[in-house]
């Protein structure tokens, strides 16, 4: 069965500074995709970045990049230059490669960014 | 713009008594889902639908219907079965034409019991 695990429930970083939220997961599927999003205090799940079990260069989109280790089956989201607005819960999911497109979640990693 | 909308934002249940959760999204995809978010808890999938009449059970079905009728509708029914129907209820769907697309999702549902 597949599982994803974030340890991390709550995390500080400051300002402008860079933080790693970590992600681990627990597959036997040899194809897989890894989705982080953030949920600020609104509720709605924004997408941030995704990174295929295939794909030769870790993924990065703006501030956000993936650590994508794959034999350790660790996907770690890097935000550089953290900014208020980043204060929120980021949640990893993985997506077997199959026709149901289903995402399983982690338990999420609740980050603060102090001014 | 397009996107997915949820209504209504909170709902509040009797005992006993039946609830409806609307999703309706004009960014005409294929595949829509529903998930229950618990305080502090990740997302658990309750059904999805990958095309119209037909869905599947999730992971935490029991308690919950749904029907998709329509391309762009999904309702999921809180039945009087769920016994612990208080939580946040997303709503999400997805065109399937690669493996690097993202489910988009709506801005939630409270549902708490009176």
């Not at chain 1, 897989?32 to 924004?46: A, C, D, N, T, V």
């Not at chain 1, 794909?55 to 660790?74: C, I, M, V």
């Not at chain 2, 095309?51 to 309702?75: C, H, L, M, T, W």
């Not at chain 2, 493996?99 to 988009?104: G, L, M």
Request: net charge positive; glycine share 8%.
């Amino acid at each position: 069965a597949q599982k994803i695990t974030q340890t991390q429930p709550g995390m500080f970083v400051q300002e402008k500074e860079a933080v790693t939220l970590d992600c681990t997961y627990d597959t036997s599927d040899p194809s897989y995709g890894l989705f982080w999003y953030k949920q600020p205090s609104s509720g709605e799940m924004i997408f941030l970045i995704y990174q295929g079990s295939y794909d030769q260069q870790n993924a990065t989109e703006g501030r956000y990049s993936l650590n994508f280790q794959k034999a350790r089956k660790s996907a770690n989201l890097v935000i550089s230059a953290s900014q208020l607005g980043d204060s929120a819960m980021y949640f990893c999911a993985m997506r077997r490669m199959d026709s149901s497109y289903k995402l399983i979640f982690g338990s999420g990693t609740r980050l603060l960014v102090r001014p | 713009d397009g996107g997915i909308t949820q209504s209504p934002k909170y709902l509040f249940r009797k005992e006993g008594q039946n609830v409806t959760l609307s999703c309706e999204q004009n960014l005409n995809h294929d595949a829509m889902y529903w998930y229950r978010q618990d305080p502090g808890q990740g997302l658990r999938l309750i059904y999805y639908s990958q095309i119209v009449n037909d869905f599947q059970k999730g992971d935490i079905a029991e308690g919950y219907s749904v029907s998709r009728e329509k391309k762009e509708s999904f309702p999921l029914t809180v039945t009087s079965a769920q016994k612990n129907p208080t939580a946040f209820y997303l709503c999400a769907s997805i065109l399937r034409t690669g493996v690097n697309q993202p489910q988009h999702f709506g801005d939630g549902t409270r549902l708490s019991i009176l």
